[in-house]
């Protein structure tokens, strides 16, 4: 199958900074990416959908200000967790799709977990 | 609304056979997808379902009734390294995949 690269896989910071997590499709050309966000023993929550060279998309309750996602180009998208708190500490999951044709299965990266402390 | 049902936990047996259910209502039908996740990893793709039937790889299979909104993922010949949670996903008419909350199996020995 198509391979999805997430980096960093794992990242400590201090409450305040921001930090950037990049979701790279290695073999396709992602139209679309997904950003999911996974607390400890819950399912994926959908935070935001972006298609390549557009404004991504943000589920309710998401705020688009403090996790800002870009996808320029179709192999590659960002989330930046900006001014992370404590309460920012999850697992971030990035996954990608391709032609929907081709595609209709979503490859998923491999996971970030974010501890702020 | 958009709803994915699934047992929030099941225990199962070495060697046994273990059949997770779940249960769909969506807006549009685009097919549905079974993952495996276990604990601290992505979750990895195990089965896609766009027609009723059965889908048969390996010790997994995979089973489909579009009228009764209905799957089941179907493990044989439990092994250990099968304890994970297993997410059930649908795909909207606007090709979003709607997730369930997944199923945690136990495996004993």
Known sequence: GAVVSQHPSWVICKSGTSVKIECRSLDFQATTMFWYRQFPKQSLMLMATSNEGSKATYEQGVEKDKFLINHASLTLSTLTVTSAHPEDSSFYICSARGDRERYTEAFFGQGTRLTVV | ?109
């Open chain 2, 1 to 109: 609304g958009q709803n994915i049902d699934q047992p929030t936990e099941m225990t199962a047996t070495e060697g046994a056979i273990v059949q997770i259910n779940c249960t769909y209502q969506t807006s549009g039908f685009n097919g549905l997808f079974w993952y495996q996740q276990h604990a601290g990893e992505a979750p990895t793709f195990l089965s896609y379902n766009v027609l009723d039937g059965l889908e048969e790889k390996g010790r997994f299979s995979s089973f489909l009734s579009r009228s009764k909104g209905y799957s089941y993922l179907l493990l044989k010949e439990l092994q250990m390294k099968d304890s994970a949670s297993y997410l059930c996903a649908c795909m909207d008419s606007n090709y979003q995949l709607i997730w369930g909350a997944g199923t945690k199996l136990i495996i004993k020995p």
